[in-house]
């Protein structure tokens, strides 16, 4: 035991001296409030049993929910704006004759979560270094736990948006956060593989919400057909209160917060079975001080910066996130069953089809794990780019054919409605996760990925607010200008894009032709690290 203390930082001669470090560069000031909200202890104590696969595997899991999440909200929305139930109670006042809601009121009731989500992905920067990850994850569950259980007892249409807006805050905090840990937690080698991973939970979140969605139709005339799935929700988000006690904060955080016992533990135990001598576990915490060194030494990006030295790597990440909206991914999730029931098909039959569609949704997001190295970012998404158009252009022909009959119009729509979530999947849904979390130094990385989270909320509430007016004023034609945006989107990723697979950091810094992370740097880190190396003991 007290040579796994020795290996300590500051216990020890292989590490850098840990109050030297802290001593070397001025830190940031917290305000009097900061401090008081910021964690004083972390227990790092896991049962023997527990190895770091399954602990590795929780963490994923936990982090991983917080996307399951917010897919589950999508797909919950699409099925309810074609329950006859729910439309019954919070839109009775806001139909035609025809039993069509009000295209503005679908809009509102749609769009008021991803205004939230932006507010709360922008303040949720400052309170993920002051909290931690896994504080800001719990405050996420517990928002989202909240308003299902308003929504699913809300009296009228003015309570349900009330709820909404609130699990859109949820959804602003759990969006920001898990890309963070799931990059902190994971060795550097599988951190293309991890965000994988979590855009494939979202999916799977969506995919539980259409078959959710779909059971509990059945219940109609009763209220469970709508309630249903925010008793399932509310389940989901008490999982991931539950966990959050469980699972440990990230090591990059404890590291970079004073903590530097608990980070080195932490990384044990996700990585060398809690053995803190383990090789592995010791390169990795001596490559996190020095990038906690380095951030100190650089100073925090401002935002003034972001906009100028590191302004093409915002352009790439935000327009990553713009087009990943614009190209109509949420035109399909959010309206799917709306579309294929105006098309011709049953309530019934429009939510199995549904269904089924977010079964290879799933499916299609695999292949881009090893894709995305192996091809590279920029050719997945000229790819997707091309492909989606095309689709999206035979939806429309499906759509408007007169000379179609109803049952031809509803299934060539769907038809290519499924390859087209294929297509984004394996290109679009997963890539503009990935370019923010790689493209900017460590200094600007948490700014960085709150724009582009705010870039995904701000053009997700443009898409669902204006896709109902869109529908209803030109029909299927609506489809042809997302056609233009992925023509766009392509020029644009042809153009203005850089390839960062399989390039270093260091390489990334000189494509973009910025300094962060150059030569020059590197030396003046290493020798600032060296000047605190305690003179190794001779035996």
Not at 404 to 422: H, I
Request: one cysteine or more; hydrophobic letters at 45%.
């Amino acid at each position: 035991m007290e040579a796994n203390k020795s290996m300590r930082l500051g216990k020890g001669n292989e590490h850098p001296s840990a109050t030297a470090v802290e001593n070397s560069v001025p830190r940031p000031e917290l305000s009097k409030l900061e401090k008081a909200m910021k964690p004083k202890s972390f227990s790092t104590k896991y049962p023997t049993w527990v190895s770091s696969k399954i602990l590795m595997a929780l963490t994923s899991f936990y982090s991983s929910l917080g996307d399951f999440l917010f897919g589950f909200d999508q797909g919950i929305m699409a099925g309810l704006l074609v329950n006859s139930v729910f439309k019954d109670r919070f839109f009775s006042n806001y139909m035609d004759a025809s039993g069509t809601i009000s295209p503005n009121i679908t809009g509102i009731t749609v769009a008021c979560l991803q205004v939230s989500a932006g507010i709360a992905a922008l303040s949720c920067s400052r309170l993920c270094d002051i909290l931690g990850r896994r504080y800001c994850m719990r405050i996420g569950g517990f928002l989202y736990f909240i308003a299902a259980f308003i929504q699913a007892f809300s009296p009228g249409l003015a309570c349900f948006i009330v709820g909404r807006t609130i699990q859109g805050f949820g959804v602003g905090f759990l969006s920001m956060t898990v890309p963070v840990i799931q990059s902190e937690i994971a060795a550097g080698h599988k951190r293309g593989l991890m965000v994988g991973i979590e855009f494939t939970f979202n999916i799977i979140g969506y995919a539980t919400s259409c078959w959710v969605d779909y059971g509990f139709f059945f219940h109609i005339p009763s209220n469970m057909s709508w309630q249903g799935p925010y008793f399932v929700q509310c389940s989901i988000a008490f999982l991931l209160l539950s966990l959050s006690a469980i699972v440990p904060e990230t090591p990059r955080w404890l590291a970079a917060n004073d903590f530097p016992s608990e980070a080195l533990q932490t990384l044990a135990n996700l990585h060398g079975n809690g053995n803190i001598e383990n090789d592995e576990v010791v390169a990795m915490n001596i490559e996190i001080q020095e990038a906690v060194l380095y951030e100190r030494h650089l100073g925090s990006a401002s935002w003034t910066e972001m906009f100028t030295i590191y302004r093409h790597r915002t352009f790439m990440a935000m327009t990553g996130q713009m087009f990943a909206q614009l190209n109509g991914i949420n035109v399909i999730s959010f309206y799917l069953a709306s579309s294929l029931s105006n098309a011709g098909f049953s309530t019934e039959k429009s939510l199995l089809y549904a269904g089924y569609n977010s079964i290879i949704y799933i499916f299609a997001t695999l292949p881009t794990w090893y894709l995305a190295d192996k091809w590279g970012r920029r050719p997945l998404l000229m790819f997707g780019s091309i492909a989606m158009a095309v689709s999206l252009s035979l939806v429309c022909m499906f759509t408007e054919l007169a000379s179609l009959s109803v049952l031809q119009r509803a299934n060539g729509m769907f038809a290519f409605v499924v390859v087209y979530n294929a297509i984004f999947g394996a290109t679009w849904g997963p890539i503009p996760w990935l370019l923010p979390a790689e493209v900017f130094p460590l200094r600007a990385r948490a700014k960085g990925m709150s724009l582009a989270t705010i870039a995904n909320w701000c053009f997700n509430f443009a898409i669902g607010m204006s896709s109902p007016a869109a529908f209803a004023k030109i029909h299927g034609y609506y489809y042809l200008i997302i056609v233009g945006f992925c023509l766009i989107s392509l020029v644009m990723v042809k153009f203005m894009y850089i390839e960062t697979a399989r390039v270093t950091l260091e390489e990334i810094a000189i494509q973009f032709g910025d300094r962060a992370f150059e030569h020059e740097d590197r030396l003046e880190l290493r020798e600032i690290m060296d000047s605190h190396r305690p003179v190794e003991s001779k035996v």
